[in-house]
């Protein structure tokens, strides 16, 4: 598991911790990236934007960012969501906490996003097969609250650093 502390230096802000390139020499480098929710078109999704903007926690989509090769900027990101989430049966599956259809994601990035992105540490061994192993496994039948990108973040990022409920910590750390 990785030797850097996530929990040592989380209560600094995002700019202040230490370079992965200055720590991770041949690591990948693990981050976490809050995005808004997707909703269908129009009032719900106008919600969401406006939630995500005003920092609202619970209405925040969760993924890891995996930076294979941390002297270089581009970056792999994994994450769990509805099949269709904009779809309006999903909405109501979700506010229900019936089991919907899930996929994991994964995606190329030219590099970090610039905003609520948090280096959480690295991982000792090959970051992006570590993640691909740990996405093949997940269960993709969502339920929110229960096996949602929450539950995909941090078990993922746990895998990959051996760091737990990183989100947790997270929202108490850095909430708004």
Not at 88 to 94: E, H, I, K, P
Request: net charge positive; charged share 20%.
């Amino acid at each position: 598991m990785a030797s850097a502390s996530f929990f040592a230096s989380a209560r600094l802000p995002t700019a202040s911790l230490p370079s992965p390139k200055e720590q991770g020499r041949g690591r990948a480098a693990v981050y976490v990236a809050a995005v808004p929710l997707r909703a269908a078109k129009g009032p719900a999704q106008m919600l969401m934007s406006a939630a995500y903007s005003l920092g609202v926690w619970d209405l925040q989509h969760f993924m890891v960012v995996v930076r294979p090769d941390p002297s270089q900027s581009q970056v792999v990101v994994f994450d769990f969501q509805p099949q269709d989430p904009e779809n309006f049966y999903a909405l109501l599956s979700v506010i229900s906490q019936r089991q919907i259809p899930g996929v994991v994601l994964k995606r190329k990035l030219q590099r970090i996003p610039k905003s609520r992105c948090w280096f959480i540490g690295f991982s000792d061994d090959d970051g992006v097969e570590v993640a691909n192993k740990f996405s093949e496994d997940w269960s993709t039948h969502l339920t929110v609250g229960k096996h949602d990108c929450r539950h995909f973040t941090n078990g993922l990022v746990e895998c990959l650093t051996g760091q737990q409920h990183v989100l947790s910590y997270l929202q108490a750390t850095y909430s708004g």
